[in-house]
């Protein structure tokens, strides 16, 4: 028979209260993209202290569709309730956000692996690698790949 005396049992119960510290405690966050992404990002927040907060970002440049894996370490001095937005940006980590997911996770103690799993969608017409205006892209004609926006266009007349 197993006895647990007094000091064990107060033992284990601060121990279980214990706060992780930082990077012992993370969200593993997979995100699958459905079209030709510029910029997957993700932003991880204090819930209690929004202010703090850690940047992440992965430039993909029109790749895609595919997966990408991120690790969200609970950072020193954060509470143990993390808020992650998970944005994915069409052209590049500055253009338009085309699809976002929010989720938040609650790491109780060392060694908490919580997954945050996001599919961002976004529809692409005439897989030209923009997004439609309607889908909050910048492809004017998705339903013709040779109109799309171009940053330096050639000037063409008619003699």
């Keep these: 028979m197993c006895r647990l005396t007094l000091p064990s049992l107060l033992f284990i119960l601060l121990g279980s ?5 930082a990077n012992e405690a993370a969200v593993r966050v997979d ?3 459905t079209f030709k992404a510029g910029c997957i990002s993700v932003i991880a927040r204090d819930a209690e202290v929004p202010e703090r907060e850690k940047f992440f970002k992965l430039v993909v440049l029109g790749r895609g569709p595919s997966t990408v894996t991120f690790a969200v370490f609970r950072q020193e001095g954060w509470s143990r309730t993390l808020d992650i937005t998970v944005t994915a940006r069409e052209r590049s980590c500055e253009g338009p956000v085309v699809d976002q997911e929010v989720g938040t996770f609650e790491l109780r103690k060392k060694g908490d692996v919580e997954e945050f799993i996001v599919t961002l969608e976004a529809e692409d017409k005439d897989n030209d690698g923009y997004v439609s205006i309607a889908g909050d892209g910048t ?5 013709d790949p040779l109109i799309y926006p171009r940053v330096e266009a050639t000037e063409v007349r008619c003699n």
């Design 31 to 33: 995100v699958t993209y």
């Design 139 to 143: 492809d004017c004609g998705d339903s």
């Design 17 to 21: 209260a214990c706060q992780p510290g």
